[in-house]
């Protein structure tokens, strides 16, 4: 079946960076665009990032020149590099297939001084 789980989340100060990881399995990889998702405490789910089969990448309006995603299709993984992270970039953050088809569990992300 089709399995999603993310790492890497933590609390981290302003300014700060984190790494994300969503490891795949149980679906063909390389075959499917990947995304992260977040939602923060009473507000809807939002795109952070999305890379496309042929490595294309899009990327909310918020994280633009912050954030960047990346794939390794050899190792099923999905990454989220975190840069210059603000307060307001607290949430859960979630690894998606093809936006929203499946759904990992979550990670928590805190940006606190």
């Known amino acids: 079946q089709v399995q999603l789980v993310e790492s890497g989340g933590g609390l981290v100060q302003p300014g700060g960076s984190l790494r994300l990881s969503c490891a795949a399995s149980?679906?063909?990889?390389?075959?499917?665009?990947m995304g992260w998702y977040r939602q923060a405490p009473g507000k809807q789910r939002e795109l952070v990032a999305e890379?496309?089969?042929?490595?294309?990448?899009n990327y909310g309006d918020t994280v633009k020149g912050r954030f960047t995603i990346s794939r390794d299709n050899p190792k099923r993984t999905v990454y989220l590099q975190m840069d210059n992270l603000k307060p307001e970039d607290t949430a859960v953050y979630y690894c998606?297939?093809?936006?929203?088809?499946?759904w990992g569990q979550g990670t928590q992300v805190t940006v606190s001084s």
């Open positions: 890379v496309f089969i042929g490595g294309n990448t």
């Open positions: 149980g679906f063909s990889f390389s075959a499917y665009t």
């Open positions: 998606t297939r093809a936006a929203g088809e499946y």
